[in-house]
């Protein structure tokens, strides 16, 4: 019997079809933009919405012993966290940990027409809109691939679904719900986290490695009012090209290479190893993903080069500006300040922290000109590099990928950032981590038109629903 054909094949299908899919449209709808970007989201009640959609569908499942609450502390983004007992008292004490986040990012401009946000749209096998595959589908595949292996009788050890609302904000509220709800998450041996990419859909992707941020914001002010360009121009320094200046001490302009020796690591030789690997497994670069404009070229033409820098190296994205009118609206005024966001992309070995202070260190210190230069750390996270698979996981990641994709797993560095990870990491360092998700080249999470591509979605339920019962049949530590 094949994958396509397999009884636990067809019950996730089922259940996508008629559970996953109506909630997840609903899910979709809901404008529940990460706190970093809504600081009126307890007022505004969107991530409250999303919240209780998720907790509602998650209790009405069928799962033996399932438990789901709702935990709020006071200033923090809810958590959904639903618990299951061991399907046999000898697997009680052992701990399987699921996470997904519920928290979206923007709205994003560009969406193309019949599309948007917040209406879900489904179109063949893609299910369009902000947040289905980042990472709204995490809660209900988890929750299927539980109640599906137990029908089809595949044992399971305790398993803890933990769904956040901050991720997409660097995670500042998770630390404090994992250290208040330490006793009921207990000592994983196994985290399953759905929030990664992959780089086809013809097998189970698994990320070894996840980069850390830090994002925050550069003033640069030099006057208190603005003043008549002819006149103050030549006379008053450019908050604009001061920021140029202080932006040169950190990025060759003509490179992208990030000058700061505390943002750069050794990358692990295996890893480039691996890296080689994965480009020559594929036909396509990761540059082939992104809808370069006109005749732009990648920064390297070099494929491996590519995922290197998409995974190990430090990068710097600007990614938001104020302090400039619309350009119809734009005056002859040297404008009095400048601020731009500041998105870097660590190693995932890298020490957040001390690149953060780096990075305020090389910007604020002996202010071109004189003027007031701030810069604020909005948000900071840990990268995240995976250990070893045990042997028994390695075995058990190929058999379930072929089980369901009709090929064996494969591994890849992730360039996205899941803090979660890194906190687990230094929380547990004993246990495995099996990072994987939806996120095909061209979904475009966080971007215009993102996608879930739902057979991808449905062979990773699967993937779960096996790997279950794989650990539980694991040695035991």
């Not at 997409?168 to 998770?174: N, Q, R, T």
């Not at 914001?217 to 008549?228: F, I, K, P």
């Not at 890194?422 to 080249?441: E, K, N």
Request: overall charge negative; charged content about 20%.
């Amino acid at each position: 019997m094949t994958a396509a054909t397999s009884d636990l094949a067809t019950a996730i299908a089922e259940r996508w079809d008629d559970a996953v899919l109506p909630a997840l449209t609903e899910y979709i709808r809901i404008p529940n933009v990460s706190k970093a970007f809504d600081a009126d989201w307890e007022a505004h009640g969107h991530m409250d919405r999303a919240v209780e959609l998720v907790r509602d569908w998650c209790a009405a499942r069928p799962i033996d012993g399932l438990r789901v609450e709702v935990h709020r502390l006071p200033g923090l983004t809810p958590v959904v966290l639903c618990e299951v007992p061991a399907t046999d008292p000898a697997l009680a004490d052992r701990t399987v940990l699921l996470y997904g986040h519920l928290d979206k990012q923007p709205e994003m401009a560009g969406w193309r027409d019949g599309l948007g946000p917040w209406t879900p749209v489904l179109e063949g096998d893609r299910l369009y809109g902000r947040g289905g595959a980042d990472d709204g589908y995490a809660a209900f595949a988890s929750l299927v691939a539980v109640e599906t292996a137990q029908r089809a009788g595949i044992p399971h050890a305790r398993l803890v679904v933990l769904i956040e609302a901050s991720e997409e904000s660097g995670s500042p509220d998770l630390p404090a719900y994992v250290d208040a709800l330490a006793e009921r998450i207990g000592t994983p041996e196994l985290v399953i986290c759905l929030d990664g990419g992959c780089l086809d859909d013809q097998r189970l992707w698994l990320a070894t490695s996840l980069r850390g941020l830090v994002n925050g914001q550069l003033t640069v002010e030099v006057l208190t009012a603005g003043a008549h360009s002819g006149q103050a121009s030549g006379v008053v320094p450019s908050s604009f090209r001061i920021i140029r200046q202080l932006l040169d001490r950190i990025e060759d302009a003509a490179t992208g290479e990030i000058l700061l020796p505390e943002l750069h690591v050794d990358i692990p030789a295996d890893r480039v190893t691996a890296a080689a690997a994965t480009a020559a497994a594929i036909s396509f670069t990761p540059a082939d993903e992104f809808p370069l404009a006109g005749s732009t070229q990648p920064m390297s033409p070099d494929p491996v080069e590519q995922f290197l820098a998409q995974t190990w190296r430090p990068t710097l994205s600007y990614i938001g500006a104020d302090g400039f009118p619309l350009p119809d609206r734009a005056g002859n005024v040297l404008r009095p300040w400048t601020t731009l966001t500041l998105s870097f992309r660590l190693p995932p070995t890298c020490d957040h922290e001390v690149a953060a202070e780096a990075i305020s260190r090389a910007l604020t210190a002996d202010p071109p000109s004189g003027a007031t230069v701030r810069f604020t750390v909005d948000s900071t996270g840990p990268g995240w590099a995976a250990p070893s698979f045990e042997p028994w996981l390695a075995e058990a990641l190929d058999e379930v990928s072929t089980a369901a994709f009709g090929n064996p797993a494969r591994s890849f560095g992730e360039g996205g950032s899941i803090p979660f990870m890194g906190m687990l990491g230094a929380r547990f360092p004993q246990a495995q981590f099996v990072v994987t998700g939806v996120l095909l080249p061209g979904s475009n999470a966080h971007g215009p038109d993102e996608f879930l591509h739902l057979p991808t979605a449905r062979r990773v339920t699967e993937c779960v629903a096996r790997l279950l019962g794989k650990h539980a049949a694991s040695p035991s530590r």
